[in-house]
């Protein structure tokens, strides 16, 4: 692809995705609606999806941002329902719409409809995450649904490595394919396995901030292709190493932790906006070649497939949510109670996307009804898109879940942030009775402390009264206070640079101070 499309591609894409910001409508939503109408303007270049480029290049950042802002405890403790949709729900997919595509499409053989079923089984990370993270759902909700994304692409791709494998007449059978589902998940966890420990190891070896988040950049891509070289999954190896690292995320240094923080925001949202607007660009290319299936019959049957998606989840996620805590007294008595709302919600939040168009174009040309995979595959991705994107948020408000208790999160907060004053506390005392390693002037020693009761009561002041004219805390008024504190500071420094007092050099050094002063003030508000 030629420079100037790409860059048009990553450039409308975050345009769009800004002015979604200032909608109702969620940014995938809005991103893949205006990349169907794009996808029909003349003189715009045509963006063909390449899974060479979306499933090794795209997806395993992807992945990794999603992991590494993910809790390993959060997802251990719910470990259970997320296996039973990211490996039990994703098969049954598979069988449920395979079956129903080989009843309903004259012509089609069960192997191919099983490769059809694999293929669009998977809810989407960036898409579950997405819609979770905008709704604020309930943080169990939230978890499972981002710890079923992010294993469930393993699952589907191995699922349709063998069908594909039987469809082109070349399968082993049960056992193969039972072997080769082993080989990928076994060995895709082993791989991530093998690297977490050394690679955690070197991130805090290295003193320098950027070739930290140099080697951060590079951490997705490194484990994806080491599982991929063994042919184990290299989905499961990413996630594996992204969660380790996200827990040990505190043993880097604070510099590091700053520039990893903003330079994956910024992949992640560039990334996560152009794949939503490639799903609406590639509506050309599907509809191609169509043959004998085009016309009215090829919309009916997408719709028969988009329904059966549907219902295949839903029957499979009520009873494995109520089924094992009826069996089961040690489920009953280790997670917590839930009612019909919950299962609801989990069901209508299965939206596909763009891991399923990307298996859907690795399929070979020589597969029969490939023309046909690539069409029911992108009318469920942009039919669970927008029928539920659209509606999940009205469904949501309807049911009257409950919403997070802001106010017991913050009082937990301020609890632990009290416990870690009081040992920085004893700490500060301790260094200085040693007066000769850790000799300070009185003042300093009255800003260290003055520092630490600031962090200790910034917390406490959220759940204070605000103020009734202006809508705000004690300590939203102490950040505006210190914010226009540092504009004053920032602007005299800005004009001591045009007198020539100072040089660039200097004024970088002072505003970068005055940043992240300001930083910190945010930090503890939020």
């Keep these: 692809m030629e420079v100037l499309p790409l860059v048009a591609l990553v450039a409308g894409s975050a345009a769009v995705a800004g002015l979604a910001r200032r909608t109702p409508v969620p940014a995938p939503l809005l991103l893949v609606a205006v990349g169907l109408v794009a996808a029909y303007v003349p003189g715009l270049p045509a963006y063909t999806l390449d899974p060479h480029i979306v499933l090794p290049l795209l997806l395993p950042p992807l992945l990794h941002t999603a992991a590494v802002d993910s809790s390993y405890l959060d997802l251990r403790a719910n470990a259970r329902p997320i296996a039973l949709l990211s490996v039990g729900y994703v098969l049954f997919a598979t069988l449920a719409v395979g079956w129903v595509t080989y009843m309903v499409v004259p012509g089609l053989t069960p192997p191919v409809a099983l490769v059809l079923g694999a293929v669009i089984a998977p809810p989407d990370a960036v898409a579950a995450t997405a819609i979770a993270r905008r709704l604020g759902l309930?943080?169990?909700?939230?978890?499972?649904?981002?710890?079923?994304?992010?294993?469930?692409?393993?699952?589907?791709?191995?699922?349709?490595?063998?069908?594909?494998?039987?469809?082109?007449?070349?399968?082993?059978?049960?056992?193969?394919?039972?072997?080769?589902?082993?080989?990928?998940?076994?060995?895709?966890?082993?791989?991530?396995?093998?690297?977490?420990?050394?690679?955690?190891?070197?991130?805090t070896?290295?003193?320098?901030?950027?070739?930290?988040?140099?080697?951060?950049?590079?951490?997705?891509?490194?484990?994806?292709?080491?599982?991929?070289?063994?042919?184990?999954?290299g989905v499961l190896a990413v996630v594996v190493v992204a969660l380790y690292l996200?827990?040990?995320?505190?043993?880097?240094?604070?510099?590091?932790?700053?520039?990893?923080e903003a330079v994956w925001k910024v992949v992640a949202f560039v990334l996560e906006s152009v794949v939503f607007a490639l799903i609406g660009l590639q509506l050309p290319v599907v509809l191609k070649g169509l043959g004998e299936y085009e016309g009215a019959a090829a919309f009916g049957y997408a719709l028969v497939v988009f329904l059966a998606v549907v219902a295949a989840r839903y029957l499979w996620v009520f009873p494995a949510t109520f089924v094992p805590r009826w069996v089961s007294e040690r489920i009953r008595l280790r997670e917590p109670d839930t009612d019909w709302k919950a299962p609801v919600i989990v069901g209508w939040a299965g939206m596909?996307?763009?891991?399923?168009?990307?298996?859907?174009?690795?399929?070979p040309m020589g597969v029969p009804h490939r023309n046909l995979i690539l069409f029911l595959t992108f009318t469920t991705v942009i039919g669970t898109l927008v029928v539920q994107g659209l509606t999940l948020p009205p469904l949501i408000r309807m049911l009257k879940l409950p919403p997070r208790d802001r106010k017991a999160e913050t009082l937990a907060e301020a609890q632990a942030q009290s416990e870690a004053s009081r040992a920085a506390e004893e700490r500060l005392v301790e260094l200085l009775e040693s007066p000769a390693n850790n000799s300070l002037p009185p003042p300093l020693v009255d800003r260290l402390r003055t520092v630490l009761e600031r962090r200790r009561n910034a917390v406490w002041e959220r759940l204070g009264e605000v103020n009734p004219l202006t809508g705000e805390?004690?300590?939203?008024?102490?950040?505006?206070?210190?914010?226009?504190?540092?504009?004053?500071?920032?602007?005299?420094?800005?004009?001591?640079?045009d007198g020539r007092r100072i040089d660039d050099e200097m004024l970088r050094g002072l505003l970068r101070r005055l940043d992240l002063e300001e930083a910190a003030a945010y930090r503890e508000e939020t």
């Excluded at 996200?246 to 990893?260: C, K, S």
């Excluded at 891991?355 to 690795?362: G, H, N």
Aim: no cysteine; proline share 3%.
């Design 473 to 497: 805390s004690a300590d939203d008024v102490y950040r505006r206070l210190a914010g226009e504190m540092i504009a004053a500071e920032r602007e005299v420094f800005v004009s001591l640079r």
């Design 246 to 260: 996200g827990h040990r995320n505190w043993q880097v240094d604070f510099a590091t932790r700053l520039q990893e």
């Design 352 to 363: 596909r996307g763009v891991v399923s168009l990307a298996i859907a174009f690795s399929v």
């Design 138 to 203: 309930p943080n169990r909700i939230t978890t499972i649904l981002q710890g079923e994304s992010l294993v469930n692409d393993a699952t589907a791709i191995t699922a349709y490595k063998v069908a594909l494998a039987a469809a082109v007449g070349v399968g082993a059978g049960w056992a193969g394919g039972v072997a080769e589902f082993l080989l990928a998940s076994v060995g895709g966890v082993g791989v991530g396995l093998l690297l977490m420990v050394p690679i955690h190891q070197l991130r």
């Design 205 to 233: 070896r290295l003193k320098e901030p950027l070739l930290q988040n140099t080697l951060s950049l590079l951490i997705p891509f490194v484990a994806y292709a080491a599982a991929e070289r063994v042919h184990a999954s």
